[in-house]
């Protein structure tokens, strides 16, 4: 009986409640406004403004690249100085190199290998390209290196890159074997040689790219930043900011240039012990 | 001179919709204001289980039970530094398992004792959520480049919650 008489009190105290609300809302004035469509449809009108304006953004075309634009932005990238890979040092990143119990792998020259395993199509592959291209430039010279984006049509839409098609590099210290296996529109453009076959069928069970070996002591599986960093920028906007140590796509492609440097210098015995040694290097063997 | 039969019968129409002084108060009008804290707290329990599974297979370094291929690719999204809360490495799912215990926690509320502050304070909660959520949807769609069904089925189910906050605000 008394559970009962409670909750008639209770149901009595909640009813009185939304009578007391209900007439403060009326004397306020307030419920002409919230009893008629407005706030349904505005609120409705701005999801949808929303959702359409991401379309709309998404559909921006495809930044173009040019011979002009890459003579601008090769040089820039490939000769980042060495304070800027001191100050980033890892940028926060963790390791993105896995050690492997292979023995050291090494070019025709006798040098240690690197191997690039990518496509044009792929926008892990684009981003990985800039730390790539940063980090193999403090150990030798690119011909050749032309830009690219990656596919309109894969996650991350037109990031823009360097393409490895068509180039060439030259090192004293290193040997690099490069491959773009197929393009923008992901057609296959080229096979692998017997050796890249084999250190990515023996480091990737996965067969994902990007792959990156070094000498197969290290390997690389995927970007070792987030491509969004590069996002809705161009190629020269990209070059300039990563002279920047203060800005995210800095610390993410130059952090990760500083890996693969360091994990570089391991196999040549630390050389060239101007970037070797360097502080930026030195940070990510601290770690 | 006739009045137009149509506004002979509109107006008693009219006359008949109007609020009598009592009505919101009775039944009915009760039973109505339930439903929809039935629904926020329904609405919050399934965007709690889906933040609560999204953040476990983060933390677990599992896989998720969803599309990979196309438009539709939960991998790309939910890897992306958009997962996580800016400046962290806390995944947003987490912050989304709070906010879906909070808003069910504002909708048992309204069914037990509803005070008068808790409307505008669901309201305002599932706004910001809103907001978020859409700036996610824009960081997905025009970023990314993909969308997450994960994600997406959380968007509605917050967009949901505005609504039924917005109902509630009649």
């Given at each position: 009986?008394?559970?009962a008489?409670?909750?008639?009190?209770?149901v009595?105290?909640?009813?009185?409640?939304?009578?007391?609300?209900?007439?403060?809302?009326r004397r306020?004035?307030?419920?002409?406004?919230?009893?008629?469509?407005?706030?349904?449809v505005?609120?409705?009108?701005i999801?949808v403004a929303?959702?359409?304006?991401?379309v709309?953004?998404?559909?921006?075309?495809?930044?173009?690249?040019?011979?002009?634009?890459?003579?601008?932005?090769?040089p820039?990238?490939?000769?980042?100085?060495?304070d800027?890979?001191?100050?980033?040092?890892?940028g926060?990143?963790?390791?993105?190199?896995?050690?492997?119990?292979?023995?050291?792998?090494?070019?025709?020259?006798?040098?240690?290998?690197?191997?690039?395993?990518?496509?044009?199509?792929c926008?892990?592959?684009?981003?990985e390209?800039?730390?790539?291209?940063?980090?193999?430039?403090?150990?030798?010279?690119?011909?050749g290196?032309?830009l690219?984006?990656?596919?309109s049509?894969d996650?991350?839409p037109?990031t823009?890159?360097?393409t490895?098609?068509?180039?060439s590099?030259?090192?004293?210290?290193?040997?690099v074997?490069?491959?773009?296996?197929?393009?923008?529109?992901?057609?296959?453009?080229?096979?692998?040689?017997?050796?890249?076959?084999?250190a990515?069928?023996?480091?990737d069970?996965d067969?994902?790219?990007?792959?990156?070996?070094?000498?197969?002591?290290?390997v690389?599986?995927?970007?070792?930043?987030?491509?969004?960093?590069?996002?809705?920028?161009?190629w020269m906007?990209?070059a300039?900011?990563?002279?920047?140590?203060?800005?995210?796509?800095?610390?993410?492609?130059?952090?990760?240039?500083?890996?693969?440097?360091?994990?570089?210098?391991?196999?040549?015995?630390?050389?060239?012990?101007?970037?070797c040694d360097?502080?930026?290097?030195?940070a990510t063997?601290?770690? | 001179?006739?009045r137009?039969?149509?506004?002979?019968?509109?107006?008693?129409?009219?006359r008949?919709?109007?609020?009598?002084p009592?009505?919101?108060?009775?039944?009915?009008?009760?039973r109505?204001?339930?439903r929809?804290?039935l629904?926020?707290?329904g609405a919050?329990?399934?965007s709690?289980?889906i933040?609560a599974?999204?953040?476990?297979?983060?933390?677990?370094?599992?896989?998720?039970?969803?599309?990979n291929a196309?438009?539709?690719?939960?991998?790309?999204?939910?890897?992306?530094?958009?997962?996580?809360?800016p400046?962290?490495?806390?995944?947003?799912?987490?912050v989304?398992?709070?906010w879906s215990?909070a808003?069910?926690?504002?909708?048992v509320?309204?069914?037990r004792?509803?005070?008068a502050w808790?409307?505008p304070?669901?309201?305002?909660?599932?706004?910001?959520a809103?907001a978020?959520?859409l700036?996610?949807?824009?960081?997905?769609i025009?970023?990314i480049?993909?969308?997450?069904?994960?994600?997406?089925a959380?968007?509605?189910?917050?967009?949901?919650?505005?609504f039924?906050?917005?109902?509630?605000m009649?």
């Open positions: 009986m008394s559970r008489s409670d909750r008639t009190a209770a009595a105290r909640r009813d009185r409640r939304r009578s007391e609300r209900e007439q403060h809302v306020s004035g307030r419920s002409g406004f919230w009893r008629g469509p407005v706030p349904y505005g609120a409705a009108a999801i929303a959702i359409g304006w991401s709309w953004s998404s559909r921006a075309p495809a930044p173009s690249a040019s011979a002009a634009a890459a003579d601008a932005v090769v820039s990238v490939t000769t980042i100085p060495a800027v890979f001191d100050r980033v040092g890892t926060g990143l963790a390791n993105p190199l896995r050690a492997t119990a292979f023995e050291m792998q090494r070019g025709a020259s006798g040098k240690p290998l690197v191997i690039y395993v990518g496509a044009e199509y926008p892990y592959c684009a981003s390209k800039w730390s790539v291209v940063a980090a193999l430039a403090r150990f030798g010279t690119f011909q290196l032309a690219s984006t990656s596919s049509t996650a991350f037109d823009p890159t360097f490895f098609r068509g180039a590099y030259r090192s004293e210290w290193i040997e074997s490069m491959i773009e296996t197929a393009d923008r529109q992901g057609r296959i453009i080229a096979q692998m040689t017997p050796v890249q076959r084999a990515y069928d023996r480091s069970p067969q994902s790219i990007p792959f990156l070996s070094i000498a197969e002591r290290h690389q599986i995927g970007s070792g930043y987030r491509p969004e960093v590069l996002a809705g920028r161009m906007q990209i300039d900011q990563m002279r920047d140590p203060s800005t995210p796509l800095a610390r993410g492609v130059i952090g990760n240039a500083n890996w693969i440097t360091a994990a570089i210098c391991g196999q040549t015995g630390g050389q060239p012990s101007n970037v360097s502080p930026g290097v030195r063997q601290a770690k | 001179m006739s137009p039969a149509g506004a002979q019968t509109e107006a008693p129409q009219r008949g919709r109007a609020p009598a009592s009505e919101g108060l009775g039944p009915e009008r009760g109505n204001l339930d929809a804290a629904g926020l707290v919050g329990v399934l709690a289980l933040s599974y999204l953040t476990v297979t983060h933390y677990a370094g599992g896989t998720l039970a969803c599309v196309g438009f539709v690719d939960c991998d790309a999204v939910t890897t992306s530094s958009y997962s996580l809360v400046f962290t490495e806390i995944p947003i799912a987490l989304g398992v709070l215990a808003s069910v926690a504002g909708g509320l309204a069914l004792s509803d005070p808790l409307r304070a669901h309201l305002a909660w599932a706004g910001a809103l978020f959520a700036y996610l949807i824009n960081a997905e025009a970023v480049g993909r969308i997450c069904e994960w994600c997406t959380l968007h509605v189910l917050i967009a949901a919650t505005f039924l906050a917005l109902s509630r009649r």
